[in-house]
C-alpha cells in the first residue's frame, strides 16, 4: 500500500456537507470516540488534575513545573514503538489480535496505577505518587502507539480527518471528565467545614478516573481488528531490527529526502505554546482564588461546547478546505489565545472572564488538534503505522513537555502574566514552518 500524503486529503473531489458529516455516524467513527475517550483520560491525571492536587496539598511551583517530566514518556514512545508494531503478546494477541492485545494489555496498567495512586497521599509521600504517574504515562504511551495503529489502519485516506475528529472529541471529552470531571468529585466528596486539603476527596476522584476506563477496555473486546499485514519472518536479531526500527525512518527520510527535516521541525514545534502554558494553568487556578467547583463547571459547561466545537469543525475544514489552511489557522489561535490568559492574570478572580479565556482555548484547541491529528495520520506510510506515527506524535511533545518542567520557576521568577505572553512568542515560528511545510511535495518513493 501507498502512504498517505498531504496531497491525498486535497485532491479527491469534495464531498458534499450531508457526506462529511454523516460519516461521523459511521461505526469506525464512533469506535474512535470511545477509544479516544480511553486515550485522553490518563493526561491530566498526570498533569493538569495532580498539579491542582499537589498545589492544593502544598507542594511548590517549581516541584510541580519539574514533575511534569514524566510526560517526557510520551516523548521517547518511539524507542518501544517498534516492539508495540511487531511483537506478540503471550496468549493475548492469539486472541484479539496484534493492536487490540496492546491496547487491553496498556489499559489494565494504567487503571491499576490510578488506583495505587488514588491510595497514596502527597503530603506524606511524594515519590509513591511520582512512580505512579510515570507508569500511568508509560502505559497511555503504550496505549497511543496502538491506537494510532488500529485508527490508520482502520479506513482509508478520505476517512483519516473524520476519525481524526472523533478521536480527538472522546480524546477531549476525556480530558475534560480527567480534568473538570474529577474537580467536581473532589469537590463533592470533601468533608463540609474540614481542612482545605482532604485527601480522602482526591482518592474519591482518582478511583472513579480508573473506573472511566471502562468504555475503552469494552470497546476493545468488542472491537474488530483491522486486517492484519504480512510480516516477513526475521532471520535473525539484526534482521528484526532492521525492518522494526531502521526501515520506518528511513522510508520516511527516503521519501521526503531534504524536506524531512522542514516536517519534522514542524511536528517538534506545532504545539509548544498550548503544552508549556497548560502545566502552570491549574496551579494559576488555585493561586488565583478559583475553586474547584468553579473551575470544573466552566471547563465543563463552556469548555465541553467549545471543543467539541473545535473537534468537529477542525475535522469538517480540513476535508473541505485542506488540512495545512487549518494548520494554520490552529496555530494562530493557539497563540492568541496564551495571551487571553495573561489578560486574566492581571483581573484576578473573575469567573466571568475565565469563560471566556476557556471556551476561547478550547475552541482553538480542538480545531488546532484534529488537524495535526490528520496531518500526522497523512505523512504515515501503513506498512510502517504503529513505528511512523510513534515517532511523529512522540516528536510532537518532546521539546514542548522539556520546555514545560521549567514553567515552575519561570513563573516563581516573573509572574504569571509574563509566563502566559512568554508562551504566546513561543507560537511564532510555527507560523513560518506551517507556511514552508504547506509547499512539501510528495517525495519521489511515496508512490
Known sequence: MTPLLPSDLTSAPKPTWAQTLRVYLEPASLRMLSLGFSAGLPLLLVFGT?????????IDRTTIGFLSWVGLAYGFKWVWSPLVDRMPLPVLTRVLGRRRSWLLASQAVIMGALVVM????PQKALAPVVWCALLVAFASATQDIALDA???????TRHQAALAATYQTGYRLAMIWSGAGALWIAARSEVPNAALYQQGAWQTAYLVMAASMLPGVLTVLFSKEPAQRAIPAAKNAADWLRSALVEPFAEFIQRYRWQALLVLALIATYRISDVVMGIMANPFYVDMGFTKDEVAAVTKIYGVIMTLAGAFIGGALAMRVGVMRVLMLGAVLSAATNLLFAWLAGRGHDVTALIFVVSADNLASGIASAAFIA??????????????YALFSSMMLLAPKFVAGYSGMFVDSFG??????????????VLVLVGLASRVKQGPNAG
Open 150 to 156: 488500529f485508527r490508520i489502519e482502520s479506513a482509508d
Open 416 to 429: 504569571y502574566g509574563s509566563f502566559f505572553s512568554s508562551t504566546a512568542l513561543l507560537g511564532l515560528p
Open 118 to 121: 488514588a491510595t497514596t497521599d
Open 375 to 388: 496531518y500526522l495520520s497523512s505523512l504515515t506510510n501503513v506498512n510502517y503505522s504503529a513505528t511512523q
Open 50 to 58: 495532580l498539579s491542582f492536587w499537589l498545589r492544593e496539598a502544598g
